[in-house]
Nanobody
Framework: QVRLVESGGGLVQAGDSLRLSCTIA????????VGWFRRAPGKERDFVAA????????HYAYAVEGRFTISRDSARNTVYLQMNRSEPEETAVYYC?????????????????????WGQGTQVTVSS
């Protein structure tokens, strides 16, 4: 059974940096996508970033490109989301997710329906 556990959330001030972690357990495969999504209060879930684990290909939402970086540590089976120059509007619960299908183009990485497993989420609060 695949399990995803997010950590690293917290309270930061606008402009600060924060690094979220998503530790993956229950699989020995390295052929999957890992995505980060977020849900702000009263809003729908939005795509943030995704990584093709084996290929190393990444994809970002327009709103975070250039500020956020998704990366992986194979030894720790962990995917990171480095958030720089954070903004109050980015206050949300951040979720990581895993998808077995990797044959879609990068422009499909943001589709939540693609993902098979989800973590419980970690709260990020950015104060102004």
């Amino acid at each position: 059974q695949v399990r995803l556990v997010e950590s690293g959330g917290g309270l930061v001030q606008a402009g600060d940096s924060l690094r979220l972690s998503c530790t993956i357990a229950g699989t020995t495969s390295n052929n999957y996508l890992v995505g980060w999504f977020r849900r702000a209060p009263g809003k729908e879930r939005d795509f943030v970033a995704a990584l093709n684990w084996s290929a190393g290909v990444t994809h970002y939402a327009y709103a975070v490109e250039g500020r956020f970086t998704i990366s992986r540590d194979s030894a720790r089976n962990t995917v990171y989301l480095q958030m720089n120059r954070s903004e109050p509007e980015e206050t949300a619960v951040y979720y990581c997710a895993l998808a077995w299908r990797t044959d879609y183009g990068v422009n499909s990485y943001g589709a939540a329906s693609l993902y098979d497993y989800w973590g419980q989420g970690t709260q990020v609060t950015v104060s102004s």
